[in-house]
């Protein structure tokens, strides 16, 4: 009696491991090529900061034309908004931008104005319009400020401030320009040696300073747009 033999074909793992181990090696070189490809990007005005302030408050501070000025933008931003919302489109523009201005915004150091437009967003062949609004600041008649050879002083604005600030609760986050990287470097200084953390905004310089709060990094502004004369 033939006793029938079964055959069967081994399983051989080798090949399966050489095709996961390819497939993970072109994953990691996809992701690699990605990271160092967006060195060339515009980043967003918000991000890059010194270093996180965590759940901490933040307390905003202008440096710009070589001088620094405590700058409460929230709550200025705050009181615009009370007069009208953000335009949803672009006939709502000149409306919105009549009612912020219609009395001054202003702190004891600052005064802003809201503008809007919109500007251009292209990708190769394809571009969209966006809306962008925000706010210029300017400096207030006759409102505090320090320099880079008065932040030091204990009766300046700049050390009041600190002296006023809890370094478990808050973090001063530096709008700065070009003009006033030594000013600014000066008062971080001042404040870690305090042990406050900061952060830090880029700015274009010069008077009026336009800050775009939907992301517009163009510093000649939005393409088509309604500020105050």
């Keep these: 009696m033939l006793r029938r033999r079964s055959r069967s ?14 497939s993970v090696g ?21 991000l890059p900061i010194l270093q996180e302030g965590g759940a901490k408050t933040m307390v905003r501070v202008l440096c710009a034309a070589n001088t620094v000025r405590p ?13 009208a919302p953000p335009p949803d489109t672009f006939g709502q523009v000149r409306g919105s931008v009549e009612r912020w201005n219609g009395r001054v915004k202003a702190d004891g150091f600052l005064k802003v104005t809201g503008y809007a437009g919109y500007f251009e967003e292209n990708w190769g062949f394809y571009s969209e319009r966006q809306l962008d609004w925000g706010v210029y600041i300017e400096p207030l008649r006759g409102g505090g400020h320090d320099t880079v050879l008065t932040v030091g002083q204990p009766d300046g604005c700049y050390q009041r401030l600190l002296a006023r600030l809890k370094p478990d609760r808050e973090f001063i986050s530096f709008l700065v320009d070009p003009q006033s990287v030594e000013v600014f ?12 953390e900061v ?12 800050v775009s709060l939907m992301g517009d990094t163009d510093p000649e502004g939005p393409s088509d747009w309604w500020r105050p004369q």
Excluded at 185 to 196: F, H
Excluded at 199 to 210: A, E, F, K, M
């Design 199 to 210: 952060g830090w905004q880029p700015l274009v310089g010069g008077w009026p300073v336009r």
């Design 9 to 22: 074909l081994a399983l051989n793992l080798d090949s399966l491991t050489d095709i996961v181990t390819c």
């Design 71 to 83: 700058f409460d933008m929230d709550r200025l931003i705050a009181q615009m908004l009370e007069e």
């Design 26 to 46: 072109i994953a990691v070189f996809v992701v690699l090529h990605g990271v160092l490809s967006t060195g060339g990007l515009v980043v967003n005005k918000r």
């Design 185 to 196: 470097e000066k008062c971080a200084d001042l404040a870690r040696n305090k042990g406050i």
